[in-house]
């Protein structure tokens, strides 16, 4: 057994591309979070998981304002500063899913596992959503069940007032108004928590995305919180 992709993630993000971000954008608002697909998302990696794919990795979401100016920027940096290695595991490596460098899409790739985004552009690329904001039942429908569990499963290690990344899906931000501490000073905490449950309840993934429109409508605002 290795260890839970999930907490590595959560601590390559706190000890490594936070501050490079903190140091690059003092005052960027974004989110971070590990979702999508892979193993460890849904708390289920083993060391054979390890096998491709796998190391360090995490994706950032910028607002839609900012992408454009920030994320070439951003991603440069990132590529200069970041470690070779983190906690024994390669921070560069190979990944079929990783998006290429090219801004205008939203989308922001490099050679290792972090990963700059609009919520707008994850959607469309994750979940084959062309407008996050405006889903039609027909939407909701033709939305596989898997996808929507890759949205929803995972951690989220910052969410800054809601008006950044995870937050856009808000709306207009945290449903109870308040501005919220960075998930980062619980996201060990939370991040072991959820491994624990997956491990514990597997089922409990099946029984989750069963009735998914309300579900995916709940989860991420809560996030927000």
């Known amino acids: 057994m290795t260890s839970s992709g999930l907490s590595l993630s959560q601590r390559f993000f706190t000890d490594c591309v936070e501050p490079i971000i ?108 062309t407008d996050f904001l405006r889903l039609t039942t027909a939407d909701w429908l033709g939305c596989p069940e898997q996808s929507l569990l890759e949205a929803t499963a995972g951690a989220v290690f910052r969410d800054d007032q809601g008006d950044a990344g995870f937050g856009v899906a808000c709306r207009q931000g945290p449903l109870n108004g308040r501005r919220s501490a960075p998930a980062r000073k619980e996201g060990g905490v939370e991040v072991q928590a959820a491994v624990a449950r997956q491990r514990q309840h597997p089922r409990r993934q099946d029984q989750a995305i069963r009735g998914h429109h309300h579900h995916f409508r709940r989860r991420l605002p809560e996030r927000c919180m």
Do not use: C
């Not at 060391?47 to 920027?73: I, K």
């Not at 390669?90 to 899913?97: A, E, L, N, T």
């Open 22 to 129: 903190a140091k690059q954008f003092p005052n960027l608002q974004f989110a971070a979070a590990l979702i999508g697909d892979g193993s460890e998302v849904l708390g289920f990696d083993t060391s054979m998981s390890t096998d491709h794919d796998w190391g360090p990795r995490l994706q950032v979401f910028l607002s839609e304002q900012e992408f454009a100016a920030v994320a070439p920027v951003l991603m440069t940096a990132l590529d200069k500063q970041l470690p070779e290695t983190f906690d024994g595991w390669s921070v560069r490596f190979g990944d079929h899913d990783r998006p290429s460098r090219n801004n205008a899409t939203g989308a922001f790739g490099s050679d290792h596992g972090v990963e700059l985004y609009t919520v707008a552009a994850w959607a469309r690329d994750h979940l084959a959503l």
